[in-house]
């Protein structure tokens, strides 16, 4: 729909509607009230601003490395995961367990299993990977935010600095057969054979004190701390991993079985324990050079680079400081890429627009999209853009701010903004959105998927003056005296 046409139709719903000027929120109003409408449009600016990391807090991990064919920036990632025990976990009694023949409990194989739903790149690449066990007494803890340029290295068990295994892997997995491959059932995943030694230190910790298997804590402090899984070769593939599992395979006997049974003991990487990405954006600093002073904005994940948005609150106020504001839309075009490619990021499904002062609060605060202060939109196919149909509340918060805090610091409205620079500034931010079956969110987390668009707009550095403007459409209604 074209905004005249939205314009048009607001015309006439003003006739049922009117809004007070403090909140742009819609009453009720009778016959013999009088209502002007204006219209006008202004310009906000927008630059590219850099995401150095963001909060990962994703239930997904990734890992890989790619090399993005529009902009030639190369995206690194690796994960650390902890693993999951139910609660009072046990295992046979330790006379059902078979010995070896020095009568020790000894497991007879441990795999980690990463398993995957989607990755980016060639399915026949090939990728080394590298695991390490972390240190039980520097275990991540789970009241602490961690961000995505975490040192994961520092979580190394400083006693086992080599590799508990290596595995050349790639989406296509020549060691299973085609048939189990291509079968319905199956479920992609990277087998990682670790050492059976490892298995048999978790079993014989079981039997040595049980109450280190009582809840994933105590586990992770006392038996297994979990992995670092390093990226040491390769480029080209990302994988995007939903679940890891520990699995330690044994021997035992019952009373009613001649011959020996083959157990498991389980472990999961959920969302239940810590599970960190690192990444690491290489040319990252060159291409935000390049969009200085350019006529475009970028939006980059994972974190890369968001596009700031400059409003013009004090433009749309001036003349119109007793008006409501009915409706604000401003919409975000998108530059098609420049290189064709079958391996082209993705085109961020979702943005979240939000104070430049929230940026990181945000997230940290486990917030939704309030339609003040923050909003949500989704990519527009057909316009090939980014359209927020109204913000005229986040327009009318920005100014009352401005008015109340000025007024009670004592400072002068110009003063006030000199020392609060960000006060109408927002950013837009790619975002995953979860939402229940009523279709209210229940969670807004950074996007940390292979994207990258150009939007257009820009700023010039010298003069800061748009190098293409971004229109900001306004309806204002008032009553006549």
Known sequence: MSFKRIWLLWAVGVALVACDEDTASLGIYTETDDIAVSFAEFQASTRTIKADSVLGDNTTCYFGQVTDPETQTRIKAEFLALFHTFENYTLPDYEQMVKNGRGEIEADSVEIRLYYENFYGDPTNAMKMSVYELDTLNVPREDTLYYTDVKLEKYVNPHRTTSLAQKMISPYDYTVPYGTLTSSSYYNNIRIMLPKEYGTFILNKYYENPAYFKDSYSFAHHVCPGFYFRLTDGDGTMFYLNISTLSIYFSYKTDSSEENL????????????????????????????????????????????????????????????????????????????????????GIPPTLLMVRKKDMYSFFENKKVADNETSYITTYNAQYNGYTYSNISRLVAYCMNERRNESKASGLSESQWEDANPDWNKVVLIPVNVTSNSYGNQVSVTNNLGLNSVRLVGGTDPETQKPVVPIPLQVIYSKFNK
């Not at 002073?293 to 948005?309: I, M, R, S, W």
């Not at 004090?314 to 409501?324: A, K, L, P, R, V």
């Open 262 to 345: 083959v157990g498991v003991s389980r472990f999961a990487a959920t969302p239940e324990v810590i599970q960190n990405t690192r990444f690491e954006n290489n040319g990252i600093d060159r291409l935000l050079s390049e969009a200085v002073g350019n006529d475009f904005t970028l939006l980059k994940t994972p974190a890369g680079a968001y596009t700031e948005v400059t409003l013009p609150v004090n433009d749309i106020y001036q003349g119109h400081e007793n008006d409501s504001i009915n409706k604000a839309e401003i919409m975000f075009t998108r530059y098609n890429n420049t290189v064709n490619s079958d391996f082209s990021l």
